[in-house]
């Protein structure tokens, strides 16, 4: 392995500076005893301790939550279908047109998304506030979901297919028994995706929310717009916390799982 | 009494006109678009007979094996499973089981329940499943490997569990698509000769595909030569090797040397062909050859070489110069070079540790062989 070279390290030290002086300053003031932000005054928990009181933030927080989980799972079910069809039924008309469909949203600015979503909602009546925000993180996250399961299903083996229908499966067994445990993880991780992006949005969650249904994002923006309190810097550290354990916990078992699959393979080679 | 080879064949069912053919292909076609896999053909095969579709990639072997596991259907053509017409009836209805070329085991399964998959959808009651589970792995020796995933193995024991799941419903047919072409030499010679026992034991009709000849003589009982989606030649393996119907096949199977000549005698059942060296094969013709072009083909173990023209003069003998030799231990093969050019190669068994006649680069040498060494090709 090389060396780190005194120039490799100069810039790895800036990027991550970069990266990480802005968040590291964050969590650092939300442990300041002073109300104002910027003005050191001594350590502590206080901020944490007015959060739990914080009726708003908690509401919001779980508004954040339930719409997350069930557009991301809604989400998931439906862009794993598309994924399926695009991958597998190759031969229909306008295929490519349908494929570029799927993943134009990818790339579409979110106020154009957002306030598409509100002037549908709006003409056809639907009223807005939580149905409104799922709906619509639903259908910008649907996309990330079907490009993850997408390259999982191109890189599948169709033989294995095949041989559960050549033992006497049905297509539907067929799919439940084996095609779906194997591409379970790239799911899976369309799930996470499709739940962090609805998490953390706030543009379309604005355009589409209503009276009543508040996200955490909205909530901490409009706050903010009214000054910067500790509090803010408190909630804001807890999901980075969150957030930062999930990936760690993750990496580590994808880790791990693959050192086990290394080990196992190599004493398989051997024996 | 004479035979074509060395073994006494005591299974030969299609040599008796009475017996009913298993598997029937009747004039089947395949087409991929403009692409014509599989033209127009009809083959029989036997119950409980080892059979091997042998043929370059792309002949259309695979297609006909995926056809009678239902993955593809016949363009036109019919394809009969002891008397019953496959049509229509989708892969997981089909009395037939398949074992890939990939193995395709279930990533997520223990080895176990690979093995259990296929009874599981038939509804087998559970003691039984895990009867005859423990029965397949015992057949394979993998009892000790139960409880690993398809990535904790070997190449060679992947390849039983492939095998032993694909017996383990006991079909009427186990098609094989090139079993043993992910193992080495080693391993894939131990396990021709293990099929063999298998199919013996289970007394299972097998259809194999494979594009490695030495691999179809060994297990086979009758091999089909195919190329370009037609069968060339369906005949045991020592027909094939010993009589071929063509030059494609002479080349294809083992290797051969070729003379091309005209007829220039004929005298009761043996003719003369005058080659393009000025030399005259006396030949034995089975296949009643016409007036034109034939071709002589005859077998480098077949042709003897010396350094002294023959006394006996009812031999073919042939002079030319020693242009290449190989010492392969149990034998040795010379290139011999024609004054045409041609090169002719005879092999020789190595028999006895010393040689009385040693040969080497560049000596003159004689090709000797009987009228009765090679077989005359019209095609």
Redesign the interface.
Known sequence: MNRLSRFNIVSLVLGFAFLYIPILLLVIYSFNASRLVTVWGGFSTRWYASLLSNQQLIDAAWVTFRVAFLSASVATVLGTLAAIVLTRYTRFHGRILFTGMVFAPLVMPEVITGLSLLLLFVAIGLERGFMTITLAHITFSMCFVAVVVQSRLLSF?R??E?????????PT?TFF??TL??ILPAIVAGWMLAFTLSLDDLVIASFTSGPGATTLPMRIYSQVRLGVTPEINAVSTILIGVVGVGVIIASLVNKRRDVQ?RR??Q???Q? | MKSLGSIRRSFAPWTDPNAKPFISFENVTKRFGDFTAVDNLSLHVYEREFFALLGASGCGKSTLLRMLAGFEQPSSGRILLDGQDLAGIPPYRRPVNMMFQSYALFPHMTVEKNIAYGLKQDGMAKADIETRVAEMLKLVKLEQFARRKPHQLSGGQRQRVALARSVAKRPKVLLLDEPLGALDKKLREETQFELMDLQQQLGLTFMVVTHDQEEAMTMADRIAIMDKGKVIQVATPAEVYEAPSSRFVADFVGSVNIFEGRVAGRDEGRIEIATADGVTIRADDANAAGQGTVWYAVRPEKIRISSKRPENPALNAIEGEVWDIGYLGDMTVYNVKLASGQIVRSSELNRHRTSEDPLTWNDRAWLTFPADAGVVLTR
């Not at chain 1, 095949?162 to 049905?170: F, I, S, V, Y």
């Open positions: 083996d033989s294995l095949e041989a559960a229908q050549d033992l006497g499966a049905t067994r028994s084996v445990p194997v699959r196992d393979e004493a398989a080679a024996g």
